[in-house]
């Protein structure tokens, strides 16, 4: 086989990934045929499966922004980062404070190929390729000690990313583990499938199918995750309601009510 050489190296075109797909369904353009199908297949069940993925970039904008603003936080652990598109985490929280610091942590090869082009001359921001459910193995790796202080608060960051675990991959255990490594005063900022209904359900199986992941949790049991945690205003809710910059329908459409997020803080 001839190597392509615009083909980043670790990378898999015979099957989808979660990142490519999710570009694919941002309309970005990091992403191949394999990746499309399944963001077909998606926008079959979903006509509006795009305007969803938009509305968790927004939140993870507004969340960054928050944490960086009122919450005073200058460190970010963005787990399950993705691949680079509008206003990443660097960028939001670094437009606060220049100083803040960013490591951004991504099973996904093409994550790191696509974020040293970023991150070339931001000497506060980094990518570490890891596998996010050894919580070990990315708390004590090199490229997160040099940036992140953990005697210093830390926003953790999983947003969009829990529901790519199965429930006997331990996501509550997981969440623990992050949580348990970084000091009082420190948030977790979360985001997650939610199963909303019937339509919901029909879009976690075609995940399932062609995916492999995406479990629509419920809200108790997204709620759960948080446990032990203090929840900032307004809580766990849809994520158009969470601290809107403009005003939301009392009534919200499917596509609204499919994921929910928050952020909570450590006592
Ligand atoms: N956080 C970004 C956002 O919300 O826009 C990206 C979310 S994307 C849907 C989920 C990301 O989690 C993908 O980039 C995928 O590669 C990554 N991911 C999935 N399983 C992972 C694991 N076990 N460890 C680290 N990253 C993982």
């Not at 960051?157 to 997981?174: A, C, F």
């Amino acid at each position: 086989m001839v190597a392509n050489p615009e083909v980043p190296e670790g990378i898999d075109l015979g099957r989808p990934s979660i990142a490519r797909a999710y570009d694919a369904v941002l309309g970005g353009k990091d992403n191949y045929d394999v990746d499309q199908e399944v963001a077909d297949r998606l926008r079959e069940t979903m006509p509006q499966i795009g305007e969803l993925a938009w509305y968790n970039r927004a939140i993870l904008g507004r969340g960054v922004r928050y944490l960086t603003g009122e919450a005073g936080i200058r460190q970010f652990l963005d787990l399950g980062a993705g691949l680079p598109t509008m206003e990443n985490t660097h960028q939001v929280a670094q437009r606060v404070d220049p100083q803040a610091r960013v490591v951004y942590v991504d099973i996904d090869p093409i994550v790191l190929a696509h974020g040293r082009a970023l991150l070339a001359t931001n000497g506060l921001t980094d990518v570490e390729t890891a596998d996010l459910r050894d919580s070990a193995a990315v708390l004590g790796a090199p490229r997160v000690r040099k940036l992140i202080d953990f005697t210093e608060p830390v926003a953790v960051m999983l947003v969009g990313m829990l529901h790519h675990l199965h429930d006997d991959e331990d996501p509550k255990g997981i969440v623990d583990a992050y949580m348990s490594a970084v000091p009082s005063g420190s948030y977790l900022f979360l985001t997650h499938f939610c199963d909303s209904g019937p339509e919901a359900r029909e879009l976690e199986k075609t995940f399932l199918t062609f995916l492999g992941t995406g479990r629509f949790r419920t809200h108790d049991e997204v709620a759960a995750l948080f446990a032990g945690l203090e929840m900032v205003d307004p809580g766990l809710v849809y994520l158009p309601q969470w601290r809107p910059d403009r005003i939301v329908r009392d009534k919200l459409t499917i596509a609204e009510r499919l994921m929910i997020g928050a952020i909570a803080r450590k006592p």
